[in-house]
């Protein structure tokens, strides 16, 4: 090359420290990237996997992106659907808008243009009615987004089209009578009014196919002439748009020319602001003001697991290049030997970091497309309501952004190991290999940061956890969060000095199971920095997992706990719009599933303080057999009134005291009974009640379920037998079952979003344990030697994936109970006495999954290790 | 299988090898590791391999012992033919019939001396017959290394509990490529004398590759080896024996059947 011969310069720090002339570094750097290059060739499969991790990572970033992308689409067509064909929005004052339409259509270059009016409306004919958004007939079909299935679009006064789906709500078809109620206003000042009906025909049945009028529940279409007289007149101060078709010859490449824009906007007669702008542009303006950012609020909250999954790959990728750089020592040491400066072997290794950053975000970025566009190819066939784009837009950022992302965490976290490469001494090179070793131990630094952090960020979680149950939900859990998240930096950063621990102790249980067992024990310990780095990078998943999981049990538990002191029985029949028939008894009682029923009454009755109560009977052995509530029903016996600790004192009252209760008759004593059930409160014996009331009505009915059953499914039995009585049906499992659902939806997105970053940390357990095996290439073949079975080395492998993997997770799991009961306590205490609660299931399938990957990682490193004959690894140097 | 425990009777074969070659790569490039090698070797006897760089005592030793799979030929071990057995028969020959001891050392960096010596016992699980190894740590004068790792001992201590680990299960025979390659001739000379210890006084087979005349004289039996063939054989060899063997091979180039030169020969050259 042209540059060797150039001049010394002021070098990089410590280039020159190698005590042979170093060249410039212009000169340096390209035997260095050759060298570099062809270091990477040979250590191809090392990087492999390192590889992987950040591809994943990446590729969550860009499918995010996509998606945002997709969205933003989906959202500006279903704006601009409206609008069919036009090219142009006029936006105006309104003041003259009909001058402003006749003028537009006057305008050269314009086909056709149509104000943009509703009306809205109520129609039916007594018995159905439906709320429906007018529409005008317009000038061109063109600007037409509906499409006319059956009949004919109206021509006269009186006529109309309605969707399909509101034909069939109101039980029209075509030639039928229909009528449109509106409000007329008659009186501006007090906006009193009245009532207008107006009879009209049906004369088409319409299609949405693009769901432009999907937010307003359809649209009617009628004459211009009805629309003007059904819709208000445009506010003053308000904007008035008119849409408009152009001319082939007013078009350049799509988009209006600036001479028919600049004629459209002199056009307008209106006063005050106008405006001339491409539909696209309407759309982009509409949909910012309307999701006022919520775009950016997904955004931001994928990309948060996004950079979570991405930092998961820095780990693997850090602990790939710190493992990479130390099996190099020896080939550092001699190029150091043959005058290598420092800032070379620096900057090879990032170099190095660099190139794989570049190449596997640009793969991730591929995959992400790929991803993205088999997802929308596939959505189709699942009816989600929204009209998706087909295929992805890929923007400049879809590109940029995660390959930028992926190639900084590269380097950034082959910074470390680069630096790990530059100290690497001359004389490494004479010592045995055996011997050899980059920098044991950690730093003290590194444990002042992480014991601040951790014990700093927890006393911020007790912080929270303090103002979360004294009622200062927000500030709690910010402070929580925030402490959690100060915490579990520290503790990452700090699991070098513990984890190892963790993992010895766990080894030594495992070392009781055989030989292969002990070694891999004694493997794992070998070199604490690796097994911690790659256990710490599923430790974060895990623990993240863990705290959302039991959060979700805490919330579930704590719910439960609400919901049955609300609702003591399994089903109650109460009044709705109509009363409860006394015959509900017996049909509810009619319904499989159903074990028992209570026939409620109800009276009212005046306290001697002036209270008045709303006392609900029945009959003792009923309330028994149907509340579920064990012990809530204890206190209730002849004579007595059952109260929530609540309600006595707001009565002021205590057990046992004698409340004189006045209904129709004359007043009856009744003694004050504790109960813990709200749902209870105010409950006598039927013939207390009838006592205080002979005439007490017949209010409601209590059921008990079969507990084998599914709640929800027999509420939904128990609804459709009293469908017709107007009725209330409900219950705690409804409520439940709908929480339930919420939750578990939200456990469900969390989860999967977490899930990527276990993978990512499942291959660095795959990577860490075959950059070992590679390591151990002729220890694996003494042992074979001297007679380690196949099967034992294989069992050795799957120990020492599955101990790295346990470690993790069993310490992520400690950590995720930890957050997910702080979060809880912070969160919940609003809603009562929180229950905290251990997941099981979820505890044990993340353990259980954390192993078996562990298992399956050690599967491919296996295999490489069985491949090479111990002939071969013994001369292997 | 063949579990008899081993009783030194003086003539019994330990390891024979019946026209055993051994080939690598195909057409111009093929090399003739092994060009059809009958050899014996009794029970209770210390023999050396001897022979030029590239001469095959290395590939003789693997198939020998199982490591590596002959092109054609037997190779015995008592009265059981390795080149016949499967993965799982050659591990448990390894385990109970066969020690290595390596020019490397190859202990495990992890292990201390003792967890190194009993391994092989362990992978096979069985239980350590303290007795002997007692007399093997003894012996080989470990008694005071036993809780040591390798990085703390030197290259001939590293040598000796690796050869500790090859006798553990009192095997039938003992392999051992260069055993002395690494070491200087002090902890050289120490280890050749633990292995003739171990032949004469506790019984044991040993087969040694070796470059070094001197080496060979701890032996009861040398055995040239040159081009892939046997090429000679001395008993009782001294230093000036042995030399002189090899100095002989060099008169037997070049061979018209390989294109391969006997290399010059190493140390004692
Ligand atoms: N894996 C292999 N592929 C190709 N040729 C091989 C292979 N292993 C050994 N050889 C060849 O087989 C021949 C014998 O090799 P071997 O290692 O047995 O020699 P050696 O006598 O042990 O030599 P040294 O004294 O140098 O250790 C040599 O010519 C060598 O080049
Ligand atoms: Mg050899």
């Known amino acids: ?877 | 299988m063949d579990t008899t425990v081993y009783v030194p009777v003086d003539g019994t074969r330990a390891v024979r090898a019946r026209d055993l070659t051994k080939t690598y790569g195909s057409g111009e490039a093929v090399v003739h590791a092994l060009a059809g090698v009958d050899v014996d070797f009794a029970a209770g006897e210390f023999t050396a391999i001897m022979g030029p760089s590239g001469s095959g005592k290395s590939t003789l030793m693997h198939l020998l012992a199982g490591l590596d799979t002959a092109t054609s030929g037997q190779a015995f071990v008592g009265t059981t033919d390795v080149t016949g057995l499967n993965d799982g028969a050659l591990t448990k020959l390894r385990r109970d019939r066969v020690g290595f001891v390596f020019q490397q050392f190859n202990l495990l960096p992890m292990f201390t001396a003792e967890q190194n010596i009993t391994l092989p016992v362990e992978l096979a699980g069985g239980t350590v017959d303290r007795q002997w190894f007692g007399t093997l740590v003894e012996t080989l004068g470990l008694t005071e290394r036993l809780t040591h790792r390798p990085a703390e001992m030197s290259g001939g201590q590293q040598q000796r509990v690796a050869i500790a680990r090859a006798l553990i299960a009192q095997p039938d025979v003992v392999f051992a490529d260069e055993p002395t390659g690494n070491l200087d001739s002090r902890s050289g000379a120490e280890v050749l004398s633990f292995l003739r210890r171990s032949v004469r006084e506790l019984g044991r087979t040993i087969i040694m590759v070796t470059h070094d005349p001197a080496a060979a004289a701890y032996a009861d039996r040398v055995v040239l080896l040159a081009d892939g063939r046997i090429a000679g054989d001395i008993t009782d060899p001294t230093p000036e024996s042995a030399l002189a063997g090899l100095d002989a091979l060099r008169t037997l180039e070049p061979d018209v059947s390989t294109g391969t030169t006997p290399a010059v020969p190493g140390a004692g050259a």
């Not at chain 1, 006064?157 to 078809?173: C, Q, S, Y």
Request: proline share 5%; with cysteine.
């Open chain 1, 1 to 877: 090359m042209a540059t060797t011969t150039t001049a010394p310069s002021t070098d990089a720090p410590g280039s020159s420290s190698g005590g042979v002339p170093a060249a410039g570094p212009k000169g340096s750097s390209l035997p260095t990237a050759r060298y570099t290059l062809a270091q990477m060739r040979r250590s191809a499969g090392r990087l492999t996997a390192a590889g992987i991790a950040i591809l994943i990572g990446t590729a969550f970033v860009a499918v995010t992106l996509l998606a945002g992308n997709v969205i933003t689409r989906a959202t500006y067509d279903t704006i601009a659907a409206r609008y069919a064909d036009a090219d142009v929005l006029v936006t105006t004052s309104g003041t003259d808008w009909r001058q402003d339409v006749e003028a537009i259509r006057g305008t050269d270059g314009v086909a056709a243009a149509d104000a943009v009016r509703s009306a809205y409306l109520n129609l039916g004919d007594g018995s159905v009615f439906a709320y429906a958004e007018g529409i005008a007939r317009p000038q061109d079909s063109r600007l037409m987004a509906l499409d006319l299935t059956a009949g004919k679009w109206p021509s006269e006064r009186g006529e109309i089209a309605v969707p399909d789906g509101l034909a069939e709500r109101l039980h029209v078809g075509i030639g039928d009578e229909t009528q449109v109620y509106r409000w007329v206003t008659t009186d501006p000042e007090t906006g009193d009014g009245e009532e207008v009906t107006e009879d009209v025909r049906v004369v088409g049945i319409t299609q949405d196919p693009y769901n432009a009028y999907a937010s307003s529940g359809g649209a009617v279409v009628a004459t211009p002439a009805d629309i003007d007289e059904w819709a208000d007149d445009p506010v003053p101060g308000g904007t008035f748009e008119i849409a408009a078709l152009l001319e082939p010859s007013a078009l350049s490449g799509g988009e209006p020319t600036p001479a028919v824009r600049d004629a459209l906007d002199a056009a307008v007669v209106s006063g005050g602001k106008h405006s001339v702008k491409t539909v696209d542009e309407h759309a982009q303006q509409v949909s910012a003001e309307r999701t006022g950012g919520e775009d950016l609020v997904f955004l931001v909250f994928v990309l948060t697991f996004a950079a979570v999954a991405l930092l998961v790959a820095g780990l693997v990728i850090a602990n790939t290049f710190q493992v990479l750089v130390a099996q190099r020592t020896r080939t550092l040491a001699l190029l150091r030997c043959v005058g290598a400066g420092r800032g070379q072997l620096y900057r090879s290794v990032l170099l190095e970091a660099a190139v794989l950053g570049v190449l596997a975000s640009l793969g991730g970025v591929l995959l992400g497309v790929l991803l993205a566009q088999t997802a929308l190819f596939v959505a189709p066939r699942f009816d989600l309501g929204v009209p998706l784009p087909a295929a992805v837009s890929i923007t400049p950022q879809v590109v940029l952004i995660p390959l930028a992302v992926g190639t900084v965490v590269t380097v950034v976290a082959a910074l470390a190991p680069a630096r790990n490469a530059t100290r690497v001494a001359p004389l490494a090179a004479l010592r045995p290999a055996e011997t050899l070793s980059v920098r044991r131990g950690a730093g003290r630094v590194r444990a002042v940061l992480s014991a601040l952090a951790t014990i700093g960020g927890f006393a911020l979680v007790g912080l929270g956890v303090y103002f979360g149950t004294t009622g200062e939900v927000q500030l709690g859990l910010a402070a929580t969060v925030l402490g959690g998240a100060v915490s579990l930096v520290g503790v990452i950063v700090g699991t070098v000095f513990w984890l190892p621990k963790v993992a010895a102790f766990l080894g030594a249980l495992v070392s009781r199971t055989g030989p292969a067992s002990r070694l891999a024990a004694a493997n794992t310990l070998r070199n604490p920095r690796r097994t911690s780095a790659t256990a710490t990078a599923l430790l974060i998943g895990v623990t993240l997992i863990m705290t959302m999981t039991t959060g979700a049990a805490a919330a579930r538990e704590t719910a439960d706990d609400t919901l049955d002191e609300t609702f003591p029985v399994d089903i109650m029949v109460m009044p709705g719009a109509g009363e409860v028939p006394p015959s509900a008894a017996g049909t509810v009682d009619g319904v499989d599933g159903v074990t028992d029923v209570a026939e409620v009454y109800a009276a009212d009755a005046e306290l001697p303080g002036g209270e008045y109560l709303y006392l609900q009977g029945a009959d003792l052995e009923d309330l028994r057999a149907t509340v579920h509530d064990e012990h809530a029903l204890d206190n209730l016996a002849p004579g007595t009134i059952l109260l929530t600790q609540d309600d006595m004192e707001n009565l002021g009252v205590a057990a046992g005291d004698t409340l004189e209760v006045t209904g129709t008759g004359s007043a009856v004593p009744l003694t004050v009974a504790e109960t813990s059930n709200m749902g209870l409160s105010d409950v006598v014996t039927l013939t207390d009640l009838r006592k205080v009331d002979p005439e007490a009505t017949f209010a409601a009915v209590w059921a008990a379920l079969d507990p084998a059953a599914d709640p929800a499914t027999l509420l939904a039995d128990v609804q459709d037998a009293m469908s017709d009585q107007g009725v209330f049906v409900t219950g705690p499992a409804a409520q439940r079952a709908q929480f339930e659902q919420v939750i578990n939806v939200m456990l469900g997105i969390v989860v999967g979003l977490l899930a990527v970053a276990v993978v990512i940390a499942v291959i660095g357990v795959a990577n860490t344990l075959s950059l070992s095996v590679i390591e151990r290439r002729r220890e694996s073949a003494t042992l074979r030697a001297i007679g380690l079975s196949k099967s034992q080395l294989r069992g050795m492998l799957a120990v020492e994936g599955m101990l790295i993997a346990g470690v993790g997770a069993v310490l992520g799991i400690a950590l995720g109970l930890l957050y997910g009961w702080t979060g809880a306590l912070t969160a919940l205490s609003v809603m009562g006495d929180v229950t905290l609660a251990v997941p099981w299931l979820d505890l044990g399938v993340v353990l259980v999954v954390a192993v078996v990957a562990g298992l399956i990682a050690s599967v491919a490193p296996a295999r490489s290790a069985l491949q090479a004959s111990p002939v071969e690894a013994l001369a292997a140097e």
